[in-house]
């Protein structure tokens, strides 16, 4: 299907979704204009031995054509977060098996998630929410299919918000249950959901006088819901 969705954002970002219904033919072909300047990023894709993952990173290199007027090349930091090496633009990338997204900003840190609302979030109740978060979760009712849906979107919700923000903070030692807080929020087809990154100790910011400060900082970031998915994304 290719480009499912562009959505301009302020200050001169945009965001970029693609409906991977090509196989890896047919995206390759759609990347055989800018064949000869990506060479080695599609010899690295096709290393990997599932298909279903060098169509999601095949994705990737169409939305960057569709975004970028001049072919742009992606690296990696140590810590495995993107980066474009020919341009300073700020990028964060997300993939499901359906879906592949870009996030860019030409000078604000940016993040993005996607996920499948029929993900068994399970584990994430577990071990990634906090007490408080889990307690503003929807009662569990698998009589009610309409209810156990949107408890699910609640749970992508939260889990989404918080590996976008892991994404744009690019640091270690992150404990999703402890070093982030999502503010209670009601599920509807988009808005606007509050998060708290505390730092963990190994990463405090300090000052000229070793003094901790910045010990936690607050976000706003943006939610959509759309064809079984959550799609969460912040810029700053």
């Given amino acids: 299907m290719g480009l499912y969705l562009r959505k301009e954002l ?21 990347l055989s204009e ?51 090496e020919n341009n300073s633009t700020k990028i964060s990338i997300t ?4 879906f592949a997204a870009v996030i860019v900003h030409p000078s604000e840190e940016v993040g993005i998630d996607i996920e499948s609302i ?15 978060e889990r307690d503003d979760l929807l009662d569990k009712d698998e009589s009610d299919t309409e209810k156990t849906e949107e408890r699910n979107t609640q749970l992508a919700i939260y889990w989404s918000a918080k590996e976008a923000l892991y994404k744009r903070m690019g640091m270690h030692n992150v404990d999703f249950s402890v070093n982030m807080e999502v503010e209670r929020f009601n599920v509807r087809e988009e808005g606007e959901i509050d998060i708290t990154f505390r730092y963990p100790n ?31 994304w912040m810029v700053g």
């Avoid at 990463?203 to 799609?231: A, T, W």
Wanted: glycine fraction near 4%.
């Fill in 118 to 132: 029929k993900r068994d979030f399970a584990a994430v109740e577990k071990r990634a929410l906090s007490n408080e």
């Fill in 95 to 98: 993939h499901t098996k359906r």
């Fill in 34 to 84: 800018d064949q000869e300047n990506r060479e080695q990023e599609l010899e690295e894709i096709s290393l990997y031995k599932s298909e279903n993952s060098r169509c999601e990173r095949l994705a990737v290199l169409a939305l960057l054509q569709t975004l970028f007027e001049h072919p742009v090349h992606l690296g990696h930091h140590e810590n495995g977060s993107p980066y474009i």
């Fill in 10 to 30: 302020k200050g001169g970002g945009a965001i970029a979704v693609w409906d991977i219904t090509e196989n890896e033919q047919e995206l390759l072909q759609i």
């Fill in 202 to 232: 190994s990463e405090y910011i300090v000052n000229d006088d070793s003094r901790q400060q910045n010990e936690e900082e607050e976000f706003e970031m943006q939610y959509e819901v759309f064809d079984g998915h959550v799609m969460v």
